[in-house]
């Protein structure tokens, strides 16, 4: 695996449905293994120091409440979803979806069989044409559409 890959899945990790997939595959194991065994070391590193600062210890119990307690769980709850909030192949996923619905409205403007085409095909997935409506929206003028 490339070194600047590794690097994303140290952070991040595989959303459960990569995971899933990935685990399945049974191509290769042991090197998802040693992904999930440096990913795992990395957040441990990464998130252990903050839980020890959040959980109080037996003398801030006899001192009465801490007023910052509510504020700690929230900035380490979001800390936490903010290492597994993505996933590097649903990113690489939404990237070309992306670029695709960029090109189909492009060539949607630009070239006139694709449009006659397009436009008589009725069966669109309901998902993916939410997706280059939005497309539309952000990159065309209401004239192009």
């Known amino acids: 695996m490339e070194p600047d890959t590794r690097t994303v899945t140290n952070k991040t990790g595989f959303c459960p449905e990569h995971m899933g997939k990935l685990n399945q595959a049974e191509v290769n194991r042991l090197g998802l293994g040693l992904m999930m065994h440096t990913h795992l070391k990395d957040i441990t590193s990464d998130i252990s120091p903050d839980i020890k600062k959040t959980i109080p210890n037996k003398k801030e119990l006899f001192k009465g409440k801490d007023k910052d307690y509510k504020s700690k769980l929230y900035s380490l709850a979001d800390k936490i979803d903010s ?3 993505s996933c590097p192949i649903c990113e690489k996923l939404d990237y070309t979806m992306n670029r695709y619905y960029e090109v189909i409205s492009w060539m949607f403007t630009h070239d006139k069989d694709f449009k006659a085409k397009f436009s008589d095909n009725h069966c669109h997935c ?6 280059l409506l939005r497309t539309v929206a952000d990159k065309m003028s209401q004239n192009e559409a």
């Not at 309901?126 to 997706?131: K, R, V």
Request: glycine share 0%.
């Open 83 to 85: 290492r597994v909030k």
């Open 126 to 131: 309901l998902p993916h044409t939410a997706m």
